[in-house]
T-cell receptor, first 111, second 114 residues
Framework: GENVEQHPSTLSVQEGDSAVIKCTYSDSASNYFPWYKQELGKRPQLIIDIRSNVGEKKDQRIAVTLNKTAKHFSLHITETQPEDSAVYFC??????????FGKGTRLSVIA | DSGVTQTPKHLITATGQRVTLRCSPR?????VYWYQQSLDQGLQFLIQYYNGEERAKGNILERFSAQQFPDLHSELNLSSLELGDSALYFCASSPSGQGNGELFFGEGSRLTVL
């Protein structure tokens, strides 16, 4: 099965700074790379995803980059705001297999 | 609102008991997934159903079982409960079991075993 690791497990940044979370996976056949955000007490929600034929995708302040050779992809958040504080999960997927989530990264944005 | 409904939202029970968690997927979604989230743990995949049939199985204990009914709602049955089963149980749905795509999560059912 897929081995998924996220680093760091916790991250604190000052408001306005950037945050980067890295996800390493083991299955070289993975072809879909989403990031989910879970605010405290809420459900996980997809915030951005990328497919294996694309190296980078951006949506306003968030971006995802993919390095298939090295088997990792990263979430980038620029100009962080307090509402970015949450737990972020990566979930690399191969084909139609169920999503296997990483253990999550707790991001705290300090105002 | 994701369109996925889970009941009950909270449940407190004793060790050895049995509970049933219910999930109604988004209208039109054929796939239902169950995930377990314990304190400070990630989302552990339990089981997936697609159009009434079991599609994939994860780290689901033998004491747990699930099914998806003809109207596509799903139930997760947890029996002989132990303290360690206390967790947040999420149901998620997606339009199909084919290919990649977004999972839509419900608000979860928080189970406390005393």
């Amino acid at each position: 099965g897929e081995n998924v690791e996220q680093h760091p497990s916790t991250l604190s940044v000052q408001e306005g700074d950037s945050a980067v979370i890295k996800c390493t996976y083991s299955d070289s056949a993975s072809n879909y790379f989403p990031w989910y955000k879970q605010e405290l007490g809420k459900r996980p929600q997809l915030i951005i995803d990328i497919r294996s034929n694309v190296g980078e995708k951006k949506d306003q302040r968030i971006a995802v980059t993919l390095n298939k050779t090295a088997k990792h992809f990263s979430l980038h958040i620029t100009e962080t705001q307090p509402e970015d504080s949450a737990v972020y999960f990566c979930a690399p997927q191969r084909g139609n297999t169920p999503l296997v989530f990483g253990k999550g990264t707790r991001l705290s944005v300090i105002a | 609102d994701s369109g996925v409904t889970q009941t009950p939202k909270h449940l407190i029970t004793a060790t050895g008991q049995r509970v049933t968690l219910r999930c109604s997927p988004r209208s039109g979604d054929l796939s239902v997934y169950w995930y377990q989230q314990s304190l400070d743990q990630g989302l552990q995949f339990l089981i997936q159903y697609y159009n009434g049939e079991e599609r994939a199985k994860g780290n689901i204990l033998e004491r747990f079982s699930a099914q998806q009914f003809p109207d596509l709602h799903s139930e997760l049955n947890l029996s002989s409960l132990e303290l360690g089963d206390s967790a947040l149980y999420f149901c998620a749905s997606s339009p199909s079991g084919q290919g990649n795509g977004e999972l839509f999560f419900g608000e979860g059912s928080r189970l406390t075993v005393l």
